[in-house]
């Protein structure tokens, strides 16, 4: 092979072997992000629970406990239940979209 293309080839092989190293990366970043969202979804589905069957009996005897609480506010918990759904949303078709761009040809 000509050191020309030697070098060519080389160079098409450094930046593919640098590419692999960072596909690793992400795939490991995204093994974390699917573990995380097992906790995630928990802590959402107690929050959601609490507000439909103990969120309104707490509100109606807030006036009996001391300092200032965020999650009293109806508000609060419906635009967090509201924004995930959104974000979820969001996420599903950025992974679709990522999901045919791995499956092009």
Not at 5 to 20: I, T
Not at 24 to 44: S, T
Not at 98 to 105: D, N, P, T
């Amino acid at each position: 092979m000509k050191k020309n293309k030697q070098e060519e080839m080389l160079l098409r092989v450094s930046e593919a072997q640098n590419l692999l190293e960072q596909v690793r990366a992400d795939n490991d970043e995204l093994e974390a992000l699917r573990n995380q969202l097992g906790m995630i979804d928990k802590r959402i589905t107690v929050l959601s629970g609490y507000y439909e069957t103990k969120w309104r009996k707490d509100y109606d005897h807030s006036d009996e406990v001391t300092g200032s609480y965020e999650v009293l506010n109806q508000d609060s918990i419906f635009e967090e239940l509201a924004r995930r759904d959104e974000l979820l949303k969001r996420l599903i078709k950025r992974m679709e979209k990522s999901r045919k761009a791995l499956h092009k040809k």
